[in-house]
């Protein structure tokens, strides 16, 4: 879920390469939107800020030095659900862009990316939508297809009541592309009421994220696009 809208965007930076750090840092800086909370790169070092300070949204790189920044987005949902995380790596391995994802990553970018820079990444984030590399986009779809367990899974049954006519009608257009201003506008309902909905989406999904809760309710038919 995007972040409620705030004057200023406390920015947590994760990257073991200490040349990209600083220009990650200087990025932020330099964006009058956006305070970094701390540029860290260690794993243990990006814990004990989430433990300790406010933050919007977390920058991440997956390999590093002490483990992977998977377990720092993991915590950030935990420690402080409304907060946002995205990947930016190196790494194109299907299996790990969704582990990331399922962990609560929003989006995913390819450090090589020519179209996503962290700004960018960050205000697309901010517009409640999901930075995602047309690269690994296609990774997701093939591990989904190639994923054995995937296969021999039943698919769910679909439970039609689990999601209120409201919630489906907010879902669909967050899963079409809309910001939660645009869901507002296009549904005739007040922007405050956007998060809740979407809060109660995840909930009675079980889910963390947009990707997740869209992936979920298609997989159960409670959303058809």
Not at 153 to 175: C, F, H
Request: glycine share 4%.
């Amino acid at each position: 879920m995007p972040p409620t809208p705030i004057d200023v965007v406390r920015v947590l930076l994760l990257e073991d390469s200490r040349p990209l750090l600083d220009r990650f840092a200087r990025i932020v800086d330099d964006w009058p939107r956006a305070r970094l909370v701390s540029a860290c790169e260690t794993l243990e070092c990006a814990q004990q800020v989430i433990r300790q300070h406010e933050i919007d949204i977390l920058v991440a790189d997956i390999d590093l030095p002490d483990g992977s920044g998977i377990e720092a987005i993991r915590l950030l949902q935990s420690e402080q659900p409304a907060a946002q995380a995205v990947v930016v790596s190196v790494l194109r391995d299907g299996p790990r862009v969704l582990e990331a994802i399922k962990g609560g990553a929003s989006g995913y970018v390819l450090k090589d990316d020519s179209y996503y820079g962290i700004r960018s990444a960050l205000e697309t984030v901010l517009e409640g939508k999901s930075p995602m590399s047309a690269t690994i986009a296609r990774q997701i779809v093939d591990s989904i297809r190639a994923d054995p367990a995937t296969e021999s899974e039943p698919q769910k049954p679909a439970v039609p009541n689990l999601l209120s006519p409201r919630e489906r009608e907010v879902l669909t257009a967050i899963a079409r592309g809309f910001t939660n201003k645009e869901v507002a506008k296009l549904l005739g309902i007040s922007p405050n009421t956007i998060p809740v909905h979407v809060r109660n989406i995840y909930r009675k999904l079980e889910t963390t994220n947009r990707v997740e809760a869209v992936y979920e309710a298609q997989a159960q038919g409670l959303i058809d696009l």
